[in-house]
């Protein structure tokens, strides 16, 4: 028999649970004794829905529930907690300042880092490791968590990250200068104890996830894997499925052969053509393959008949008894259900699938291959009945947006002229001064512009009502810029609930869950909206703001969109045809509104693509690929215009080292970027590779409310003139305001144009 398997649930609840609890226990309305007894339900719950769906009993995930993230899980289960952290209580106190800080009487550290986990949208805390580290096994949370399912009569398997994976996914503590995983003989004594631990508490299978196999690996990984694996799979009674997940296993194929362990699982939805090459290499090894079929990263129904092909393939080499059917990962990167999604166009919500959704279809592929396909007869035929409809839909398919993409020609992706000649035919119009002002383009979003568009949805404020309260916000807003002597202004952007959202409810092709939540990190969690269909622009999205603004001032103001990379990357995107096919219609939307600006009379337009970077493949060998594409998506996007309008851009991090070439081949008139966090490394790039065009690095951040005074942010102009020449140079904060309050936000600008002020009158 094949069984239906799952690497990882999410976490959150129907209805947020965790999130709320979590926030009222940080709030001081929750106490501690409540907060561990309401996780305790809802593990329950997610149990007994994966239970009650037909997930087997011993292949039913545990220790994937986390009350911040399963990294920091980890560094409590092995006692790897830095020093500032040690003198907190134990554990929740010092577990929590390990996320997201701690300020109290006497106490004052900071967070952890954190970084985003492989190319998801899903935030890790970064294990920090010295030199001297010692491991033991502090947190009994795995095991207490197995015994606590099994009182509910479940078997689950639980989830650990790996050794390898943990120890690679960490840094050397600051100071400290080696790297992590030479810890690895030290670290697996104490998986070794704890799989003890587990199997003596009942447990089977334990599942242990190494998932930056789908990196590029340094040589000795073959060696260091087996030897560490060797040791676990010694421990008596256990049986361990190690789990890749993200990409392809590429050349790591060879790390895998090598690994004396039960079972391995692949994601076969990102490297459907390694089936053959796994199934061969369990039926070599004998062991248990876990096929990852169904999408445990995207919302979209699978194809059936697709995946129960791909099972019974395996099934045909390895036996029914050596096959598991699963998700291509943990269902964390998911939403909880579908349920909720009650105001959703039924057509659309026939072809998704959430969470709870997925299980269903893990357990009619199972007993489809068991029991034959007439036993599941009726879902398949739903199943084939919703792909039919996905595939040939007119919501899907819009033969103009396909003419369209169609009479794209090579001249779409270039300015009429270069920089060169751009520059001075756009300051003959701007008449900037040097050193000219800038913001990125949303200041504070009050209590009252999100009470104001509460009141919109409500229903108890007219349009009209509405649109007078933000045409006021985007006046007083205009007047204080004008006032502290901005030079290129922005209108605010506060009829704007978040940059994707805002353009995605605008555009066709678009559709908004009401529930579809996904943990972003700690307690944070996002809704990304559903691109389902060809995108199109039905009208004109900023213009009628845009040209109100401008209308208000004599300064010059800055249009603002968001550029489709960034579109694409924070949505749910399109299964059914590649990533870049759906960027470049995102591009072609708002080429259109680029236009619709200058005509308009809109002098300068910033295009946002804060998320470039974070799209980059997994792999290396990927990245050319990937990076021509992004870059051509933006020039699509953004060269439809004269020489004299100005083409602003964004990027909110400054690790361009590997992109460069990248933010050359954009030719963005200026970009603005995040500076204040870095060294100076990256303005040495910038001279190094000779970057010609406008340039403003931020001048301070923006992620606090302090106000950096005049010497501060004159010092770090000075030092970025070391690296870059004047004539090309911005002064801007480092991103958008919009988390700020107007008392901070008033002051820093002021220092901020003082400060180019004395710059243009020393030069
Ligand atoms: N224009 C956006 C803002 O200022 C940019 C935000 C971002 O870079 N994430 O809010
Ligand atoms: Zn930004």
């Known amino acids: 028999m094949v069984h239906a398997t799952n690497l990882g649930f999410p976490r959150m609840g129907g209805n947020r649970e965790l999130k709320k609890m979590v926030e009222n226990y940080w709030a001081g309305k929750l106490d501690e004794k409540s907060l561990l007894s309401g996780a305790k339900t809802l593990r329950a719950e997610h149990w007994s829905i994966q239970k009650a769906a037909g997930i087997q009993d011993g292949h039913i995930p545990s220790n994937d529930f986390s009350f911040y993230d399963q990294v920091l899980d980890h560094l409590h289960i092995f006692n790897v907690i830095p020093k500032k952290y040690q003198g907190l209580q134990f554990p929740l106190e010092a577990y929590f300042a390990m996320g997201r800080g701690l300020q109290k009487e006497g106490v004052d550290v900071p967070a952890m880092e954190m970084k985003k986990w492989f190319d998801t949208n899903y935030h890790f805390i970064v294990p920090e490791f010295t030199a001297e580290q010692e491991f033991s096994l502090r947190s009994r949370k795995p095991i207490d968590e197995f015994v606590e399912a099994k009182a509910h009569g479940i078997t689950t398997r639980p989830v650990l990250i790996g050794p390898v994976s943990f120890l690679r996914l960490g840094k050397a503590a600051k100071g400290h200068n080696f790297d992590p995983i030479s810890l690895l003989d030290k670290l697996v004594p104490v998986y070794e104890t704890l799989l003890k631990e587990l199997v003596a508490a009942g447990a089977e299978w334990v599942q242990l996830d190494e998932p930056v196999l789908t990196f590029d690996l340094p040589k000795e990984f073959k060696d260091l894997y087996a030897k560490a694996y060797a040791r676990l799979s010694a421990v008596s009674g256990v049986k361990i499925l190690v789990a890749n997940y993200f990409g392809r296993l590429g050349d790591n ?15 076969l939805v990102r490297a459907p053509e390694e089936l053959d090459a796994v199934v061969k290499l369990a039926k070599d090894k004998s062991l248990v393959l876990s096929l ?105 398919h819009d033969a103009k947006v396909q003419a369209e993409m169609k009479a794209v020609t090579e001249d779409m992706f270039k300015r009429k002229s270069p920089f060169t000649t751009r520059s001075p035919a756009q300051q003959a119009k701007l008449n900037l001064p040097a050193f000219p002002t800038t913001t990125v383009g949303s200041f504070p979003q009050t209590k009252e512009v999100r009470v104001a568009r509460q009141n919109l949805k409500k229903g108890n404020w007219t349009q009209a009502e509405y649109e007078t309260f933000i045409k006021a916000e985007t006046d007083k807003c205009i007047r204080f810029q004008e006032k502290v002597g901005l030079d290129m202004l922005v209108h605010g952007e506060f009829e704007r609930n978040d940059m994707v959202e805002y353009f995605g409810e605008n555009l066709k092709g678009y559709v908004f869950s009401q529930n579809g939540w996904v943990q972003s990190y700690g307690s944070r969690c996002v809704k990304p909206p559903i691109i389902y269909g060809d995108v199109s622009r039905p009208e004109p999205m900023t213009v009628y703001w845009s040209t109100y603004a401008q209308k208000q001032t004599t300064k010059p103001m800055k249009g603002m969109l968001t550029g489709p990379v960034t579109m694409l990357q924070w949505s749910f995107v399109r299964d059914d045809q590649p990533r870049s096919d759906t960027a470049f219609q995102l591009a072609l939307a708002i080429r259109k509104e680029v236009q619709d600006l200058e005509k308009a009379g809109i002098p300068a337009i910033q295009i946002d693509e804060p998320a470039i970077r974070e799209g980059l493949p997994l792999r290396r060998s990927d990245w050319e690929a990937y990076l021509k594409w ?115 936000t008033e002051k820093a600008l002021d220092n901020m144009c003082r400060v180019a002020e004395s710059f243009r009158n020393a030069a």
């Open 292 to 396: 990852g079929v169904i999408n445990g990263r995207n919302i979209w129904k699978a194809d059936l008949d697709a995946a129960i092909a791909t099972v019974k393939r395996a099934v045909a080499v390895l036996g029914a008894d050596r096959v598991l059917v699963a998700p291509s990962c943990s269902m964390l990167h998911t939403p909880h259900s579908l349920e909720p999604e009650v105001k959703m166009d039924k057509q659309i919500r026939d072809w998704l699938s959430f969470a709870v959704q997925k299980l269903d279809e893990l357990v009619v592929i199972a007993k489809a291959v068991n029991n034959g396909e007439d036993s599941v007869k009726a879902a398949l035929e739903a199943n084939r009945a919703s792909m039919k409809a996905r595939r040939t839909s007119p919501l899907v």
């Open 630 to 744: 992004a870059a051509r998506a933006f020039l699509l996007s953004s060269t439809g215009v004269e020489d004299t309008t100005q083409i602003h851009t964004h990027m909110c991090y400054s690790d361009f080292n590997d992109i460069f070439s990248t933010i050359q081949a954009l030719d963005a008139d200026a970009i603005t970027i995040e500076n204040s966090k870095s060294d100076l490394k990256l303005l040495h790039a910038f001279e190094k590779y000779g970057y010609a065009n406008g340039i403003g690095p931020g001048l301070y951040d923006i992620h606090s409310p302090r106000v950096p005074s005049q010497q501060e942010m004159g010092d770090r102009l000075k030092e970025m003139l070391v690296y870059l020449k004047k004539e090309l140079v911005w002064v801007n904060p480092d991103c958008g305001l919009k988390t700020r309050g107007w008392p901070e």
């Open 253 to 267: 194929i060879d790390i895998v052969a090598n690994l004396p362990v039960s079972a391995i699982h692949v994601d």
